[in-house]
Every structure is written in structure tokens, then in C-alpha cells.
């Protein structure tokens, strides 16, 4: 019994440690991709609910890779989002109020520096919100996010060389429309 006890104060002490290393790059993610900043607040806290009720059940999830499964969930939150509405949304990006939040935001990676294209961020912000949806999304996550081709793959359930053409292409889509 004591080592249950053990066990359980184990999975909650690595939870709480992966909210408090992951939850500024969750929900800075899901905000560059929604409308509003309530939603964005609303789906991280979904996310950290869902990834705890897994962990809880099984707390192996978190073993291979926790960052991946992370996004993987908030992904997957934001996608229920999505499909649920009634009505078509686009890509979020760009609204002040959005913009304003990310602004507010830590972050670790600057998105002039990441990408490196001598833009300034309201071009590169305009140029992202007129490519298509993939596009964008695999810029978003490669570098604004800073998440490798096998996070990516993961997180799309993808293969790592479809990710790696996809940004390849997404990178040549984007300096086009610059």
C-alpha cells in the first residue's frame, strides 16, 4: 500500500512539474490559433485536464516523449474546437487582441531570428495568415514553437519526411508571399 501511495505522489509530482515547464508554450500555441483569448485559455486548461485524467490511468504516456504527447492534446483539443463550430473560422493569426497576448507571452525563440528572413514580425504575421492552413501550421510549430521534425510528426501523425517536405515547401510558399 505504501508503495501506491508512493507511486501516486510520484505521477503528481511529474505532472505538476511538466505544467509548470509546458504551460506558457501551450497555451501560447493554441492562442496563435484561436479567436480569442478566453478560448485559448479555456483549451489549455482542457489540455493539462485530459493529459492528467491519461497520466492518472496510465503513467507510462508521459515516458517517451511528454513534450510531443503535450501538443499532441492541445492539438487534438484545438481540432475538437474547430469542429464543433457552427460556423467557418480561419486561422487566427493576426487579430490584435490575439497579437497582443502573444506579445505578453515568454518566449524563448524570437520568430525574426527563428525564421531568419529579415522581416519584421506584422509582414511575417500577414504573410502566415494568407498561406494555406498546413502551411502555416508547420511553420508555427517548427518555429515559433521550436519543436523538432519527430515532435511534429508525432503530434500530425505524420511521417518525419512528410513533415520535413511540408516545411521545406511551406518555407518557399512564405517567401513567396514576402
Known amino acids: 500500500m505504501f508503495s501506491t501511495n508512493s507511486n501516486n505522489l510520484n505521477i503528481k509530482a511529474k505532472f505538476i512539474r511538466l505544467y ?3 504551460y506558457k508554450d501551450i497555451y501560447r500555441f493554441l492562442l496563435f490559433k484561436l479567436p480569442t483569448v478566453e478560448i485559448a485559455q479555456d483549451l489549455t486548461s482542457d489540455t493539462f ?35 464543433s463550430a457552427k460556423s467557418q473560422r ?5 487579430e490584435s487582441e490575439t497579437l497582443a497576448a502573444l506579445a505578453s507571452v515568454e518566449t524563448n525563440v524570437q520568430m525574426g531570428d527563428a525564421i ?4 519584421e514580425k506584422e509582414r511575417l ?8 492552413g498546413q502551411s502555416a501550421e508547420l511553420l508555427t510549430l517548427r518555429y515559433i514553437e521550436d519543436l523538432t521534425n519527430v515532435e511534429i ?4 501523425g505524420k511521417p518525419e519526411g512528410t513533415v ?7 518555407i518557399q510558399e512564405l517567401k513567396g508571399k514576402l
Not at 504575421?125 to 494555406?132: C, D, P, W
Request: hydrophobic letters at 40%.
Open 49 to 83: 485536464t485530459k493529459v492528467w485524467s491519461a497520466v492518472s490511468d496510465n503513467a507510462d504516456i508521459l515516458k517517451d516523449n511528454p513534450r510531443a504527447y503535450l501538443y499532441k492534446t492541445a492539438y487534438n483539443c484545438m481540432a475538437d474546437y474547430y469542429r
Open 116 to 119: 531568419d528572413l529579415g522581416i
Open 164 to 170: 520535413r517536405v511540408g516545411i521545406h515547401r511551406a
Open 153 to 156: 510528426a508525432e503530434i500530425l
Open 20 to 22: 509548470d515547464d509546458y
Open 125 to 132: 504575421i500577414g504573410a502566415l495568415k494568407e498561406m494555406s
Open 90 to 94: 480561419e486561422f487566427a493569426v493576426g
